[in-house]
Nanobody, 123 residues
């Protein structure tokens, strides 16, 4: 089973940008649909974005559509989440995930989780 490690989180002011990085080890992510979820303080974990194994199909949660971009470099077993125009509502722990299906948005469809990286957006 592939292991996932996220990085790139931190503290940023509202309106700013961050890029999260997820690196896989113990296997290649080339055949996996990959995604990002997040868990805001005191709330349930929610779907953020996903990308097909070839990168040709992406999907986004409604709250991040138009602001976040998911991408991948299979040769480096790496997935990215570019986050722009951040708001305080984006404050959360962000988790990288290997997914079962291109249409997956549910935690039930997650094959592997990363440990999470904290993103805090200040006003």
């Amino acid at each position: 089973q592939v292991q996932l490690v996220e990085s790139g989180g931190g503290l940023v002011q509202a309106g700013g940008s961050l890029r999260l990085v997820c690196v896989a080890s113990g296997g290649t992510i080339g055949s996996y649909v990959m995604g990002w979820f997040r868990q805001p303080p005191g709330k349930e974990r929610e779907f953020v974005a996903s990308i097909s194994w070839g990168g040709g199909t992406t999907a986004y949660g409604d709250s991040v559509k138009g602001r976040f971009t998911i991408s991948r470099e299979n040769a480096k077993s790496t997935v990215f989440l570019q986050m722009n125009s951040l708001t305080t509502e984006d404050t959360a722990v962000y988790y990288c995930a290997a997914l079962k299906y291109t249409t997956s948005r549910s935690m039930a469809d997650v094959r592997s989780w990363g440990q999470g990286t904290q993103v805090t957006v200040s006003s």
